[in-house]
């Protein structure tokens, strides 16, 4: 009709066969990572090792005392099975695992400043907005987020002052945020509110501190001569109520959200409905341990 001339029968076959090709190749594909960034989102972030391989694989070919004790016999909870380690390796009080970061920190914002104001510098700002990666984001506005909670940005792009937030902090005050930002930098004329100050704040107003450290690096990047990363410890030393970071970034396991900090606090975040939506599956918890 368009006076195009019609394809011919072996164009047809190859492109049905291409289509076919394309529906049966598994996927996601292996792929060598040339990028020069060593854990890359969008290549599947960091690689397992074989202890975390065959743990999984263990879980997923059959049954396991997931959520029961067997000493009792009774139900029991999937979190037994991190928490010591987590609180040992971080000097926490208790710990949590879900799915991932950024349900990790929805779940913090949603349990604990839920109608309430969230004060983050914004500085640090963008972090919240990107940290949930594909499109999706917590946005840095003063409309509410998803959690519920009003996020109150303070300071400038480049200097932030611990006074900032005591202006900020009102009776209406949910958590005062504290964000890494680990695949952004601000040089020259900059000012960063450390933990501990932020914390002594904190105790002062009341108010919970939060801090999202990203990439959940538990050794000194630099002793292997990278340049220094945050870690979970360095922040519950300082005081910090719960610290947030990724299972699949530096910690090199699979996806997940890891909280650990106060036991208050930990148990609040427990005892909220999105917790369960946004719990770790048999097979990412089997994985995480045997990275642990």
């Not at 999202?212 to 922040?235: I, K, N």
């Amino acid at each position: 009709m368009s006076g195009a001339a019609a394809p011919q029968l072996d164009a047809i076959c190859r492109s049905v066969k291409d289509a076919v090709q394309e529906l049966v190749t598994p996927s996601p594909r292996p792929v060598i990572n040339a990028t020069g960034v060593v854990i890359h989102t969008n290549l599947g972030r960091a690689p397992l090792s074989r202890a975390a391989l065959a743990a999984a694989d263990a879980a997923g070919r059959g049954y396991s005392d997931l959520e029961i004790d067997l000493a009792t016999g009774r139900r029991g909870s999937r979190q037994a099975h991190l928490q010591s380690l987590l609180q040992q390796i971080n000097g926490a009080e208790a710990a949590l695992v879900v799915n991932n970061n950024a349900s990790a920190l929805l779940l913090g914002l949603s349990a604990l400043a839920s109608g309430r104001e969230v004060v983050v510098s914004r500085g640090r700002g963008a972090v919240a907005e990107i940290g949930a990666g594909g499109g999706s984001r917590l946005p840095m506005s003063s409309s509410q987020s998803i959690a519920g909670c009003h996020l109150v940005d303070v300071g400038t792009t480049n200097r932030t002052y611990v006074r900032d937030y005591a202006d900020a902090a009102t009776e209406n005050t949910g958590a005062f945020l504290k964000a890494h930002a680990s695949n952004f930098r601000v040089e020259g004329f900059t000012a960063a509110v450390g933990e501990r100050e932020l914390v002594e704040l904190g105790n002062r107003s009341g108010v919970p501190v939060l801090h999202d450290v990203g990439s959940g690096s538990l050794l000194p990047t630099e002793r292997y001569g990278l340049a220094h990363e945050p870690t979970p410890q360095e922040s519950i030393a300082a005081g910090v109520g719960l610290v947030f970071f990724s299972g699949d970034k530096l910690l090199g396991g699979p996806q997940a959200g890891i909280v650990v900090g106060k036991r208050d606090l930990v148990s609040r975040l427990e005892r909220h409905p999105l917790a369960r939506a946004v719990r770790i599956d048999k097979m990412s918890l089997a994985s995480l341990t045997a990275t642990l």
